[in-house]
């Protein structure tokens, strides 16, 4: 068992779908992450929560909408997405600022 | 304005020849530099924190240091298995930063038998 886990691991969805993208974090951290990897570009801070609160919206379009319901738990809600929102989504853990953050393995996200 | 760059963006080493991969970082403050390795359709795998220049850390293959401007990972006698992009990150001091890693670009190494 992975310290964090991400589901699905792929997904392929329409412009008009409405998908969500689920995270957990064994670790017992207080801290987690949703970045966007595109190709050949680097990673990409999307959202940050801590202890539940989001403290970082990092000027993500809404048709991404994120929820963290408890500290192990995240969500990625996604609805009318565009194909250049085709990408890597992976989650993150860690114990907050200064500490190291631990990956997923991340959804593999196609939009047709 | 934050920023982290690796150079070279790609490195084909032949297996026992050792090297270097660069990362030099501009950031406000620096709260924590961070190395990972990612291979192909995963997610990236944390190899190192460095705090504060001078600081050195190693692990097997692997030997991560830190100046006040840019981060070095020495490979020594890489053997194939170390093929992996490797991606450097910062974390900048500051009331609202939290977590937040800034990463650059990455270097994808390749090492033949």
């Known amino acids: 068992e992975t310290g964090v886990t991400q589901t699905p691991r792929h997904l392929v969805m329409g412009m008009t779908n409405k998908k969500s993208l689920k995270c957990e974090q064994h670790l017992g951290h207080n801290a987690m992450y949703w970045y966007k990897q595109s190709a050949k570009k680097p990673l990409e801070l999307m959202f940050v929560?801590?202890?539940?609160?989001?403290?970082e919206n990092n000027s993500v379009p809404s048709r991404f909408s994120p929820e963290c319901p408890n500290s192990s738990h995240l969500f990625l809600h996604l609805h009318t997405l565009q194909p250049e929102d085709s990408a890597l989504y992976l989650c993150?853990?860690?114990?907050?600022?200064?500490?190291?953050?631990?990956f997923g393995q991340g959804t593999r996200l196609t939009v047709v | 304005e934050d920023q982290v760059t690796q150079s070279p963006e790609a490195l084909r080493l032949q297996e026992g020849e050792s090297s270097s991969l660069n990362c030099s970082y501009t950031?406000?403050?620096?709260?924590?530099l961070f190395w990972y390795r990612q291979d192909p359709g995963k997610g990236p795998e944390f190899l190192f924190t460095?705090?504060?220049a001078g600081e050195e850390k190693e692990k097997e293959r692997l030997k991560a240091t830190l100046t006040k401007k840019e981060s070095f990972l020495h490979i020594t006698a890489p053997k194939p298995e170390d093929s992996a992009t490797y991606l450097c990150a910062v974390q900048a001091t500051g009331n609202n930063q939290g977590g937040k890693l800034i990463f650059g670009q990455g270097t994808e190494l390749s090492v033949k038998p």
């Open positions: 950031v406000s403050g620096l709260r924590g």
């Open positions: 993150a853990s860690s114990h907050g600022a200064g500490t190291e953050a631990f």
């Open positions: 460095l705090y504060s």
């Open positions: 929560y801590n202890f539940k609160e989001q403290t």
